[in-house]
């Protein structure tokens, strides 16, 4: 009796074994080999056998990339089109999310922002960019980072609207009250009080936001033509659909698209899956 | 008294002030929203000179193929792609549930979930050549050194292959996310029922059945919708990995409509269909909205 338990608790701790390694091989070798490939020397690229392991690794691609292609003005812009758009979405979302948790506003009003704000999250990209494509040429902003901000500020409010939403209301309204009673207005109340308290969520909804931006690439393909205001991801794409694809390149800039996001994921890892279900799952 | 006679009643100062944030704030949102819609509407009843044309883009929109093979291809990815996803987000949630115990570890394959999570689809896609390209590919390599086949298998250049490859790749990036999502509704099942039931001689499948899956059901909703909000605008790693081919298999709606709109430039089709999109999307948006289990008050 006490044998068979065991064995049932061995071949069970087993399959777990294996399946989470399978599953740890499948997902850990294809950015193990985008790695590996973008340490790969030209001359290597072309070598008749296909190794495994690098010979030789060199950063010659990752010069490359970023020197002798240019792709740094890239990287320049995607950090200056993610940054304002976080701005503007924040700035955005505490003005909406400020008053439908702080002050009183009829129900109904709240509960018809939130749901206006999760249909946004809907919104199907391609069927905006179209228009919002004949908007930008109109306002003769086509190939201007600002034409980028305003689209991703729109498209990452839902996420905003509803994290902010989450962290502002688990702050008591009794903190600010003593702040007016002792004499001090709203707006000190809110920003020397409310704000200095939320601040962690409002972290971590820039950083989602900024992850986002960072990755978007409908818009950026559409709405871009030039170094001018190309974001990082659509250099990526200038690499791939190429005649003849340079694998290392290739490979370098896939490397560096996904670095930051990672670093600020390490930041941000507790509010990730709150970002993405719209704070209905919280890590404690 | 005085609020009986409501109606008239002056706003209070934190009411105004209310009305003054909201009001520019989503007063721009909602212009910056709907001049788009009203634009498109326009457009699709145009023609390129902007004249008047009533219904005929929408008719030319309906009556090409291509919008059929794009649904069509759509659909064949959402039905690969959301159930595998579901499946094995919620095998791997329920093997880490019941099997991992050391906190650490737990800990360890939280941070390494959300790891693809944030990875820039685009940088997907980079990926996915280097597994699939012909010739370079080193899934082929792979095969290859362990003698699973001998001849190049052209992943991309075949229908079916092709259309496998671009799903797997998002079963790659997506499943982790069902994996969190259902996990964390695991550790909301309360563990005196578990014991109850471990008492009662229940088995695993009679623990997952009776009493996980009551816990998990409100999170399959949410996560069919903000998969379904994704899976019905996938573009990047498609556009990357085969951008739409091999012939018309792998066109999804999106990448098709970016075709009509900025290969084809015919504009006014574009804008009918992104009408048609947009109309049947918020028809959507309604029937699946109403049984989410968010907080909304």
Request: glycine share 6%; net charge positive; with cysteine.
């Amino acid at each position: 009796m006490r044998g068979a338990v065991s064995r049932a608790i061995l071949l069970r701790t087993a399959l777990a074994v294996l399946a989470l390694g399978t599953a740890g091989v499948l997902y850990g070798f294809p950015l193990y080999w985008l790695f590996v490939t973008s340490l790969k020397s030209k001359a290597e690229l072309f070598a008749s056998s296909v190794h495994l392991v690098p010979h030789n690794p060199t950063l010659a691609a990752y010069s490359s990339v970023l020197i002798e292609r240019g792709f740094w003005v890239l990287l320049k812009n995607s950090v200056i089109v993610c940054f304002s758009t976080v701005v503007v979405t924040l700035v955005l979302g505490l003005l909406i999310t400020y008053p439908i948790t702080r002050l009183p506003v009829p129900p109904r009003l709240r509960v018809n922002i939130l749901i206006w704000a999760l249909s946004l999250r809907f919104l199907p990209p391609i069927a905006v960019v179209i228009p919002y494509f004949a908007i930008v040429r109109t306002l003769q902003i086509y190939d201007q980072p600002i034409a980028l901000i305003g689209i991703y500020s729109l498209f990452n409010l839902p996420f905003a609207i509803w994290m902010l939403k989450g962290f502002l209301e688990e702050i008591p309204l009794e903190l600010e009250d003593a702040a007016l009673v002792d004499g001090a207005n709203r707006w000190i109340a809110f920003w020397r009080v409310l704000l200095p308290l939320a601040a962690p969520g409002v972290m971590a909804a820039g950083i989602i936001v900024f992850t986002f931006a960072w990755s978007e690439f409908l818009f950026a393909l559409i709405l871009t033509a030039t170094p001018n205001s190309q974001t990082f991801p659509v250099g990526v794409q200038g690499l791939v659909t190429q005649f003849e694809i340079i694998w290392n390149d290739m490979a370098a800039s896939g490397v560096i698209a996904m670095t930051l996001p990672l670093v600020l994921m390490v930041i941000g890892r507790r509010y990730i899956v709150a970002g993405l279900t719209f704070g209905v799952i919280r890590e404690k | 008294m005085k609020a009986a006679r409501a109606g008239r009643r002056r706003l209070s100062r934190d009411e105004r002030l209310a009305y003054m944030l909201l009001l520019p704030a989503l007063g721009a949102v909602f212009v910056i929203v709907t001049i788009p819609f009203v634009l498109v509407i326009i457009q699709s009843i145009s023609a390129e000179d902007g004249t008047l044309v009533g219904f005929r883009n929408y008719s030319r929109a309906l009556a090409n193929p291509l919008l059929y093979d794009a649904i069509r291809a759509t659909g064949v990815y959402s039905l690969i792609v959301l159930p595998t996803e579901i499946l094995l987000g919620l095998t791997f949630a329920l093997l880490v549930h019941r099997t991992v115990r050391p906190q650490g570890l737990r800990a360890a394959i939280y941070v390494l979930a959300i790891l693809p999570l944030v990875v820039p689809p685009v940088a997907i896609g980079v990926v996915g050549r280097l597994v699939y390209a012909p010739s370079y590919g080193v899934l082929n390599v792979i095969l290859e050194r362990i003698g699973f086949v001998h001849h190049e298998v052209n992943w991309l250049g075949d229908p079916t292959l092709a259309m496998l490859a671009v799903a797997s790749v998002d079963i790659w990036q997506w499943t982790p996310f069902v994996y969190l999502v259902l996990f964390s509704g695991l550790q909301t099942v309360p563990r005196e029922s578990v014991e109850a039931a471990q008492i009662d001689g229940a088995d695993w499948w009679a623990q997952f059945r009776y009493i996980d899956l009551f816990y998990l059901r409100p999170l399959f909703l949410l996560i069919v919708f903000f998969r379904l909000a994704d899976v019905l605008r996938v573009f990047d790693h498609v556009f990357i990995l085969t951008g739409g081919g091999p012939g018309t298999t792998t066109q999804l709606l999106s990448l098709y409509m970016y075709r009509v709109e900025f290969k084809y430039f015919d504009s006014g089709q574009a804008a009918a269909l992104a009408v048609l999109v947009l109309v049947s999307f918020s028809i959507l948006y309604r029937l699946i909205s109403r049984a989410l289990p968010l907080e909304r008050t």
